[in-house]
């Protein structure tokens, strides 16, 4: 099948595929889809950086045949070993089994361990160079962001920096650049896809950002979404992710609940006023409504969330259990909490829920305000008192 051709620049091409259905992803919503980006490079050796999920092989080699013969392919570069980039280096092997695969220490070892074959491997390490011709690729290793193996190939003849993960966003689009979308929408997508993705490892990010900031590029091509190219993006890029990685938040309230008889809603409704009506910017989210990957992409930036639910069996409502899981692993930093909800005999749960908090990485701001059944509004002001500690701790 014959494909407009996707010349990023003068003979490095798009190759990847389009994933339009994809709507979950890891754990959490894509409901824009996504593209696993491949690029090839034609030189002296022609080189593929990257390859596509299993599924997208025929489409992303029909990409490659509407280029050049693939077994004219001398490399193929695996920048991280996940399923999702490597997926089809078996499949392409067919068709040019002397290539070699090149990828870090690390990626040796899982690229093994996933294919269990002996393929002709090329490990490289920071600093080293792949000379392919008029183009000398150059190699950073960043492990942890978000893999042990991951890394980034450069090419300074091209100025493009291929980071694998770092930079990208799940986005299906005809379109190939950030600025030929809206960019709101895209920087929306960027900021759920570090938070969601890539925030437990904010130090091995800034030390990535601190190696990358002496290299000349002026394109970044990930393997996930949309290539930036215009300056303003790259940098504004640039410092979200240094914001992100620092864990730098915003004097912003989350308040994030789930509810049976709507006894904790009424409670999440008086917060939600009482900020307002001091000033203080608040964002409710209700885990019935809300994916939770969504509400991840809200903490990234907020400073306080307030946690509220009721209690089920003396426990919290697994939709608020699903969400401290999921946030325990992705470790937020620098974050307050507080906790609040409705209870019919006992408060026992509450402690489970505190809990679940602290191991996430929030520091509870104070004690938890639950109420029996359905509060009146004398309980409900109870609340402000939270309120007042929050707009302490924006002051100070």
Known sequence: MKYDLNEIKKDVYWTGYLDWELKVFHGYSTPHGSTYNSYLLLDEKPTLIDTVKHYGFKESLDRIEDIIDPRKIEYIISN???MDHSGTIDELLDYCPNAQVVCSPKGEEGLK????????????HTGDELDIGKRKLQFVLMPMVHWPDSMATYSSYDKILFPNDAFGQHIASNERFVDEKDQGFVFQEAAKYYGNIVMP?????LKTLDVLSSIDFDMICPSHGLCWRKQEDIQKIIEC????????TENKVLIVYDTMWHSTEKM?????EILKEEGVVVKMMNLQDVDISDIVTEVL?????????????????????????YLKGLKPKNR?????GSYGWATIGFKEVEEFIKEAGFELMDEGKYLKFIP???????????????KEKIKG
């Open 80 to 82: 991280h070993t996940e």
């Open 113 to 124: 361990r996933h294919f269990k074959k002996r393929w002709r491997f090329k490990v490289v």
């Open 201 to 205: 490892y904010g130090a091995q990010v």
């Open 241 to 248: 992710y240094k914001k992100w990685a620092s864990y730098e």
């Open 268 to 272: 999440a409704f008086k917060l939600n």
């Open 301 to 325: 930036t907020s400073k306080f969330v307030l946690f509220g639910t009721p209690i089920l069996n003396n426990c919290m409502l697994p939709s608020m259990a699903s969400l401290l899981m």
């Open 336 to 340: 307050y909490a507080f906790t609040f």
């Open 376 to 390: 009146d509004e004398k309980e409900l002001m109870q609340l402000a008192s939270i309120v007042s500690i929050i």
